[in-house]
């Protein structure tokens, strides 16, 4: 049968707004959290971090928050620049069965319109 | 510093042949990661050395694959034999006692 790719969600917005990309994670024993900008053609970058113990991280015009309560990840980013346009993970790092893993979200593609 | 370097960037090979992929980490990095990233499946940890020793293989597909870190600077990502299902994008990654994860450029692999 035809194979389904990952349909990655998707967000637009016109270049100098604000926006904000989500991220649901699954794992309540996870102690932190990066966030991650891969461009076409190249490895994923790291934007920032956060701890469990924080709820909220900023950066030169990214923002992280942080929600344990729903398990929810936020990556707000400031006006935003067509260099911004790039596909963003947020990953979690927990420890399974004694080893650390950093488990890695399906990613948001982010499209900036002039 | 250069970053975590991986060769080759773009790798095409044939069906039943042997396939390795190679990594440099940042030098004093005692972590490293390989990841593969498909379409279908996302970012998935294949398996990660602590201090040039296997910590955790679980992720690797099936005996086909294997890896290996000689010393603290260089490591490998062999398949054999390689099939069409293992094309794929397959990066390194490497991390230091903190949580700076640092990741390579990746090597495109086509198997056809």
């Known amino acids: 049968g035809e194979s389904v790719g990952l349909h990655l969600p998707t967000l637009s917005v016109q270049e100098g707004d604000n926006s904000i990309i989500n991220c649901a994670y699954s794992n309540s024993a996870s102690d932190y959290f990066i966030w991650y900008k891969q461009e076409s053609g190249k490895g994923p970058q790291f934007i920032i971090d956060?701890?469990?113990?924080?709820d909220k991280r900023q950066g030169q015009r990214v923002t992280v928050l942080l929600n344990k309560t729903v398990k929810h990840l936020s990556l707000q980013i400031a006006a935003t620049q067509p260099g911004d346009s790039a596909v963003y993970f947020c990953a979690e790092k927990s420890t399974i069965q004694g080893a650390q893993k950093l488990v890695f979200g399906q990613g948001t593609r982010l499209t900036i319109n002039p | 510093d250069a970053g975590v370097i991986q060769s080759p960037r773009h790798e095409v090979t044939e069906m039943g042949q042997e396939v390795t992929l190679r990594c440099k980490p940042i030098s004093g990095h005692d972590y490293l990661f390989w990841y593969r990233q498909t379409m279908m499946r996302g970012l998935e940890l294949l398996i990660y050395f602590n201090n040039n020793v296997p910590i955790d293989d679980s992720g690797m597909p099936e005996d086909r694959f294997s890896a290996k870190m000689p010393n603290a600077s260089f490591s490998t990502l062999k398949i054999q034999p390689s099939e069409p299902r293992d094309s794929a994008v397959y990066f390194c990654?490497?991390?230091?006692?903190?949580?700076?994860?640092?990741f390579g450029s990746g090597t495109r692999l086509t198997v056809v």
């Open positions: 956060i701890r469990s113990n924080m």
């Open positions: 990654a490497s991390r230091d006692r903190g949580y700076g994860y640092t």
